[in-house]
């Protein structure tokens, strides 16, 4: 029967989460069809699916496998420019969108993915503070290797150059004619056919989160709890901990380098320093002012902490100070007893042994 209760419970903290973000489109779509939202607000919406998505995915390796990771821009950007290079190679033999669109994000998530294993192997058996600073390093070395490519496509497939003395320029790639340069090495993509929609984020987010609370609450999901409770005794019991970390992690990745295929579609010109130290850094924020492990307050967070810069730019030169002072405030808020145990009441969350996993 308890088995029963919590399995019962867990599907309407889910039902929950799903149905905040399906209300959401509802109701920002139906604003954006009777022209309410301005333009620059219309602008916001994609890059708000993007960033919840990015905040989803760090959440699943910093609050569910309990690593810090500081390098996550970097397969957001390995996924923005791979899903660029795929949507831009693809636009004659692929002119519907929306296909080609989806064939982009998977693509952008297969290269993240790999990325995030190659990267994995090393990282994950370091703790605490030296996986955070080996993973800023990976993501501020992704982003300079980015920066060295030189990449077209003509009728003879794709040609890349890794231009890293910066003595080549785009006349080495010898393209055919008719041919097109996608990547322009520090000069980034230019010239992208921005196809990536306000809906295309939606469906991003909802397989998101399905992949996420699956992931949670099945049983690779418990071993991952187990290994963030107690790495020792997970091991004691038989349970491969490099393993489930790297299971995690790699999909972790991947569903950033899809976030990152749909920003770079966003676009028609994109640089990798976008992704730099900074952007991870903003994304880490979104989670831990959501909550570690609380998929719905990282949502809420991300949306409202992109979306606030932006409504305050009347504000000029104060601005950012208001946005510093509304940070501090949520921070203070959010560790107030009597405000928490509020929230506790609107937002579904469970609390697990050793430490408290909010779905």
Do not use: W
Not at 52 to 66: C, D, E, P, Q, R
Not at 209 to 231: C, K, P, Y
Not at 264 to 272: F, I
Request: charged fraction near 15%; aromatic fraction near 8%.
């Amino acid at each position: 029967m308890k088995k029963l209760s919590s399995i019962k419970g867990t599907t309407k903290k889910n039902g929950f989460t799903y149905a905040l973000v399906i209300v959401a489109f509802a109701v920002v779509s139906l604003l954006n069809a009777n022209g309410v939202l301005s333009r620059s607000a219309q602008g916001l919406l994609v890059p708000a699916c993007c960033y919840i998505v990015m905040a989803l995915s760090l959440n699943l390796t910093v609050g569910v496998l309990g690593d810090l990771s500081l390098g996550h821009a970097g397969f957001m950007s390995v996924g923005a420019f791979s899903g660029i290079v795929a949507s831009m190679s693809l636009a004659d033999a692929i002119p519907n969108t929306v296909v080609r669109m989806a064939l982009a994000i998977v693509v952008g998530a297969l290269f993240a993915a790999v990325a995030g294993f190659l990267i994995g192997i090393p990282v994950l058996r370091l703790r605490g503070d030296y996986l955070a600073i080996v993973t800023l390093a990976f993501g501020e070395i992704i982003k300079d290797i980015i920066t060295c490519l030189i990449v077209g496509h003509d009728k003879n497939g794709i040609h890349i150059l890794f231009n890293v003395k910066g003595n080549k320029s785009v006349a080495d790639l010898n393209l055919a004619e008719g041919g097109q340069v996608i990547i322009k090495g520090a000069q980034g993509a230019t010239g992208t056919q921005t196809i990536a929609t306000f809906t295309a984020g939606f469906v991003l987010i909802i397989i998101t989160l399905f992949i996420i609370l699956n992931l949670v609450n099945s049983r690779t999901g418990r071993a991952v709890l187990a290994v963030r409770d107690n790495r020792i005794a997970a091991e004691s019991v038989g349970i491969n901990v490099t393993k489930y970390k790297m299971i995690v992690f790699v999909i972790s990745s991947a569903l950033a380098g899809a976030a990152g295929a749909l920003y770079g579609m966003n676009y028609s010109s994109l640089v990798a320093s976008k992704f730099d130290f900074n952007t991870s850094i903003l994304v880490l924020v979104f989670v831990v002012l959501g909550g570690l492990g609380n998929m719905t307050g990282s949502i809420i967070a991300a949306t409202i902490l992109y979306v606030l810069p932006e409504a305050l730019r009347e504000f000029s030169d104060y601005r950012m100070l208001i946005y510093a002072i509304v940070l501090i405030l949520v921070m203070v808020a959010t560790n107030d007893p009597k405000i928490k145990a509020l929230f506790g009441k609107i937002l579904p969350h469970r609390k697990k042994k050793g430490g408290a996993v909010n779905e």
